[in-house]
């Protein structure tokens, strides 16, 4: 094999500034510049939608495209939410009434400090499920009980504005989808069977695990009455059916909505003529407005605590998740932040008049949207329905069998059992199968909290595992190209001999900078016997280059692992080259002494340039001290001339991989590579 005689190497020179007067964190000091230019931005009508997000749709509002679609979908959504809110409050432990308590002062307020157009707030059935499993202690006959239900909305709108002004939504992004979906479809199992007592017509146990509800259910089975379980399974039937056919047919879609309201329409009408003595009715309900009263109990707000952050992360996952949804296939933008904000709000004005803790429905925002809402009218007019409920109608409520009621909630929750999802799962992601599984059986058999805290914890676990056992993969040359990449990924990609390149696929910070260390030691046996390898034939390897482009932060720890390694290749006369790291990583790793300490000429813009800089020192000298290399910055070459010279940068480098290079014409005695990135700028 002839050995070449050392020739210029040009390379695409850094356009990064790192020297030592740059001390400014580039992101701190862009994002404080960022938000410092946008507030100065905002003119008056910017602080005014900000604070009131209603006045973005009031000042564009079309009256005749608009009016029409808000008035319909906020009937038939109000129609939908008084039986709804109604049943929801008895799955809460309260009086109907205080349902639709909660569904009229947060929609009103909502309205005004909400961004999501519609959205459709009020009671649901997950938060009333946790409301009713906190007070589980508490005599739900007892004013106490209604109290701590009012405090618990002053708490969780408290929180979500705090969550919302500091912009802390963000924090709930670690808990996974699959934690949700199993949380979701093992309430929903509860909630059903928690109004399994309504159907069978004895008294079951207030309990959110399955094992004390299916012992009450069994061991009550000598008290079952057929009445209310035919009625309540017939209800149950003609609103499924209506929810079916409203979902698969566009001309009946308005069923969906009126499922509910038929319910609670037969079974009044029935008990009226019949009387029947063994169906139990809701009874009498107050007539006329709530009165406004601050919330009490306050000594006993520390028992609430851990409730009022799981509605709040419900709110924040479901509504926002939903709202979000919605705003985009709707053309409009929306702060997820704003939003948890507006939900607080309503949340807090809410208790002042009687509600207990509100949220975004899933089902009834559906039907609002699929009825054309436009605006926040919407929600004003669901507002109205209940409004004028509360003054005119709830003497006829005092007839409606408890069965329609739970029959209604039964309906609801169905749509939660989420089993598609786990067998999704299952073919997708063994891991999210996983959480899916442990965070739907331990919400079943231990409680609703135990639930929630084992499944984010082990979310949060797995978090931290992927974040502290990064992808690392080593790379090969793609044939016939410049392109490195993953050699198990691309089996036909090879590498080359005395050289190991590395790609760091997450940030390197403190909890991985042993996991990193260790591969590349790995790394440096394993590829040093591996086949398939092109170049001259040598030893041992000489070169290990970082490819670092996906490296969006490096730590001091990191820093100090690099010099360790550094150090410890340095004794075996092993040289690291860093490849494209971004402005950040190559601040912190300048300001550390990093960079002086490998030297500037081994940093390269691309893995290619690296690699030809690496390749030649291979070639002319495997067995003496390292040299560094001549290095001829590419500044300003055209791109006319970079067109002209890659025929010569193929030909080089198709040479070099052989390890067998003839003796070009005096025209070509220069050869140099083609760079991908003109000289003027690079990110």
């Known amino acids: 094999m002839r050995t070449p005689t050392n020739r210029t190497v040009k390379v695409i020179p850094f356009q990064?500034?790192?020297?030592?007067?740059?001390?400014?964190?580039?992101?701190?000091?862009?994002s404080l510049s960022g938000w410092r230019a946008k507030l100065q931005g905002m003119k008056m009508i910017d602080w005014i939608e900000a604070?009131?997000?209603?006045?973005?749709?009031?000042?564009?509002?079309?009256?005749?495209?608009?009016?029409?679609?808000?008035?319909?979908?906020?009937?038939?959504?109000?129609?939908?939410l008084v039986p709804q809110s109604m049943s929801y409050a008895k799955l809460a432990g309260l009086q109907p009434i205080y349902g639709l308590y909660t569904g009229l002062v947060p929609i009103f307020v909502y309205a005004i400090f909400g961004s999501s157009r519609q959205l459709a707030v009020g009671p649901v059935a997950l938060v009333s499920l946790l409301v009713s499993n906190v007070l589980a202690n508490v005599d739900s006959s007892g004013?106490?009980?209604t109290e701590l239900a009012i405090l618990l909305s002053l708490m969780v709108g408290i929180l979500e504005c705090t969550m919302g002004l500091l912009r802390l939504g963000w924090l709930i992004r670690f808990i996974s989808h699959s934690v949700i979906s199993g949380f979701t479809t093992a309430s929903a199992i509860v909630i059903a069977l928690s109004q399994a007592k309504y159907f069978l017509g004895y008294s079951v146990v207030r309990s959110s695990e399955i094992i004390p509800l299916v012992k009450s259910i069994i061991s009550g089975a000598d008290k079952f009455s057929w009445p209310?379980?035919?009625?309540?399974s017939t209800f149950l039937a003609i609103m499924l059916t209506m929810k079916h056919l409203g979902k698969t047919r566009k001309n009946l879609r308005f069923l969906r909505a009126a499922g509910p309201l038929t319910a609670v329409v037969l079974g009044t009408t029935f008990v009226k003529i019949f009387h029947p003595s063994s169906i139990s009715l809701v009874g009498n309900i107050p007539q006329g407005l709530p009165s406004f009263s601050i919330p009490k109990e306050f000594g006993l707000a520390k028992s609430l605590i851990s409730t009022t952050f799981l509605i709040t992360g419900v709110a924040i996952l479901e509504s926002v998740g939903i709202a979000k949804a919605l705003a985009a296939k709707n053309g409009y933008e929306l702060d997820s932040n704003q939003e948890l904000f507006g939900l607080g709000v309503a949340n807090i004005f809410g208790s002042f008049f009687s509600a207990y803790p509100a949220?975004?429905?899933?089902?009834?925002?559906?039907?609002?949207?699929?009825?054309?809402?436009?605006?926040?009218?919407?929600g004003i007019i669901m507002g109205i329905i209940i409004c004028s409920t509360l003054?005119?109608?709830?003497?006829?409520?005092?007839?409606?069998?408890?069965?329609?009621?739970a029959a209604i909630v039964i309906s609801a929750v169905i749509g939660l059992v989420d089993y598609e999802e786990a067998m999704f799962l299952w073919r997708v992601d063994k891991k999210d199968f996983f959480l899916w599984t442990v965070t739907s059986a331990t919400t079943l058999f231990f409680g609703v909290e135990i639930g929630v805290l084992v499944g984010v914890g082990f979310s949060l676990a797995f978090v931290i595992h992927e974040s502290a056992n990064p992808h690392i993969a080593v790379l090969g040359r793609l044939p016939g190209t410049t392109v490195y990449r993953n050699i198990k990924q691309y089996p036909e990609a090879y590498t080359y001999n005395g050289i190991v390149i590395v790609r760091i696929d997450a940030p390197f910070y403190f909890a991985n900078t042993s996991f990193i260390k260790d591969r590349l030691r790995e790394y440096e046996i394993s590829v040093d016997q591996s086949g398939g390898k092109r170049g001259p034939e040598v030893e041992r390897i000489h070169f290990v280059i970082l490819e670092m482009a996906p490296v969006t932060y490096a730590d001091s720890s990191a820093v100090q692992a690099l010099k360790e390694l550094y150090q410890e290749y340095k004794s075996r006369n092993i040289q690291i080259a860093i490849a494209n790291p971004?402005?950040?990583?190559?601040?912190?790793?300048?300001?550390?002494g990093f960079i002086d300490l490998?030297?500037?000429?081994?940093?390269?813009v691309r893995v290619h340039d690296a690699v030809q800089v690496c390749l030649q020192h291979v070639q002319t000298s495997t067995s003496s001290s390292l040299k560094a290399p001549q290095v001829t910055l590419h500044n300003s070459s055209s791109y006319l001339d970079i067109l002209k010279e890659r025929r010569k940068a193929d030909l080089t480098a198709d040479e070099m991989e052989s390890g067998e290079r003839e003796r070009l014409t005096s025209k070509d005695a220069d050869p140099v590579m083609e760079p991908l990135l003109s000289g003027k700028s690079h990110k």
């Not at 790192?18 to 701190?28: H, I, L, N, Q, R």
């Not at 429905?361 to 605006?375: D, W």
């Not at 971004?582 to 550390?592: E, M, Q, W």
């Open 16 to 30: 990064h500034s790192y020297t030592s007067g740059d001390t400014t964190p580039a992101t701190c000091s862009s």
């Open 391 to 405: 003054l005119f109608m709830t003497p006829l409520f005092e007839y409606i069998p408890q069965c329609a009621l």
């Open 228 to 232: 209310p379980f035919v009625m309540g």
């Open 582 to 592: 971004n402005r950040d990583v190559l601040l912190t790793l300048a300001k550390s």
């Open 51 to 80: 604070f009131l997000p209603c006045s973005r749709w009031i000042r564009t509002y079309n009256w005749r495209e608009y009016l029409q679609p808000d008035m319909v979908s906020g009937i038939t959504v109000g129609i939908m």
């Open 143 to 145: 004013e106490l009980y």
């Open 359 to 378: 949220t975004g429905s899933f089902s009834r925002s559906a039907v609002n949207n699929e009825s054309g809402a436009k605006t926040g009218l919407s």
């Open 598 to 604: 490998v030297g500037k000429e081994w940093c390269f």
